[in-house]
């Protein structure tokens, strides 16, 4: 089956800075990979997906670049907010039309200093 | 307002003690799933279902057991506890569970379960 590794385990940064979280998946059929962000306490939501026909998505201060042929996928914070410190997941969804079946990767705690 | 709920929120329960966690929403969402939480190990899919009738494994259905009977609910059912399946459990529903590819299929998550089996 599908397995998702996830980098870093933590990420610290000051106010302002960029932060990175990378991921790798093992399935090539998985073709939507999709980034959660959890607060502390709360329910995981959805910040931005991206499709296996689509290089690079972006969204105000987010973006995620994914590379087929190396199989990795990576979420881009531009100017990060002390509000952004959460847990970070990704994900890849089995291959086919749908979605279906979601493989996580393990999760990355962000901390933005002010 | 258009959400996904789970009850109960809270249960401590001993091992071997059949118990069904209910999950419903209300948005006409034809895809459901189910996910455990534990500490290190990310969420973890259990089962999912892409429409009344269908359902599916995910990567740890071990020990669960859903039914889709209806479009707006999900239930996840423990035949047998045991102290392993101690965890925090969340339901999650989208609308046609990415079969649109044009656009965005946000999975919408329930507030969680937190399930302590003794």
């Known amino acids: 089956g599908e397995n998702v590794e996830q980098h870093p385990s933590t990420l610290s940064v000051q106010e302002g800075d960029s932060a990175v979280i990378k991921c790798t998946y093992s399935d090539s059929a998985s073709n939507y990979f999709p980034w959660y962000k959890q607060e502390l306490g709360k329910r995981p939501q959805l910040i931005i997906d991206?499709?296996?026909?689509?290089g690079e998505k972006k969204d105000q201060r987010i973006a995620v670049t994914l590379n087929k042929t190396a199989k990795h996928f990576s979420l881009h914070i531009t100017e990060t907010q002390p509000e952004d410190s959460a847990v970070y997941f990704c994900?890849?969804?089995?291959?086919?039309?749908?979605?279906?079946?979601?493989?996580f990767g393990q999760g990355t705690i962000l901390t933005v200093h002010p | 307002e258009a959400q996904v709920t789970q009850n109960p929120r809270y249960l401590i329960t001993v091992t071997g003690k059949k118990l069904t966690v209910t999950c419903s929403q209300n948005?006409?969402?034809?895809?459901m799933s189910w996910y455990r939480q534990d500490p290190g190990l990310g969420l973890r899919q259990i089962y999912y279902?892409?429409?009344?009738?269908?359902?599916d494994k995910g990567d740890v259905p071990e020990g669960y057991k859903v039914s889709r009977k209806e479009k707006r609910n999900f239930p996840l059912i423990l035949e047998s506890p045991s102290p392993n399946q101690t965890s925090l459990y969340f339901c999650?529903?989208?609308?046609?569970?990415?079969?649109?590819?044009?656009?965005?299929?946000?999975?919408?998550f329930g507030p969680g379960t937190r399930l302590t089996v003794l």
């Open positions: 994900a890849a969804g089995a291959g086919g039309t749908s979605y279906g079946k979601l493989t």
């Open positions: 279902s892409m429409n009344v009738e269908v359902t």
């Open positions: 948005m006409n969402h034809e895809y």
């Open positions: 991206i499709r296996s026909n689509v």
């Open positions: 999650a529903s989208s609308l046609r569970g990415g079969q649109d590819k044009t656009h965005t299929d946000t999975q919408y």
